[in-house]
Nanobody, 115 residues
Framework: QVQLVESGGGLVQAGGSLRLSCAAS????????ISWYRQAPGKQRELVAT???????NYVDSVKGRFTISRDNAKSTVYLQMASLKPEDTAVYYC?????????WGQGTQVTVSS
């Protein structure tokens, strides 16, 4: 059974940093792209960043230059390093993996940025 577990969220002041982790189990981790999404209250879930199995990365424009996605295939873990955080980054952050059988989501981790 595929499982994704996020951690690392919390409360931080604007301008601060956080690192989120997404630990995966039940899949051949290294071959799959992993994505981070976020959902703010009253808003749709938004794709934030993706990293392919080979390490190619993509970001939504609003986080380019501030967030960095990376992966450690030996630990089956993807990270999202977030810097220069803004109040508008406040959301629940989810990691996900898309396979032929469908998308698996983690339970999410709350990030709150105070002004």
């Amino acid at each position: 059974q595929v499982q994704l577990v996020e951690s690392g969220g919390g409360l931080v002041q604007a301008g601060g940093s956080l690192r989120l982790s997404c630990a995966a189990s039940g899949i051949i981790f290294s071959i799959y792209a992993i994505s981070w999404y976020r959902q703010a209250p009253g808003k749709q879930r938004e794709l934030v960043a993706t990293i392919t199995g080979r390490g190619t990365t993509n970001y939504v424009d609003s986080v380019k230059g501030r967030f960095t996605i990376s992966r450690d295939n030996a630990k089956s873990t993807v990270y999202l390093q977030m810097a220069s955080l803004k109040p508008e980054d406040t959301a629940v952050y989810y990691c996900s993996v898309l396979r032929a059988v469908g998308t698996t989501w983690g339970q999410g981790t709350q990030v709150t940025v105070s002004s």
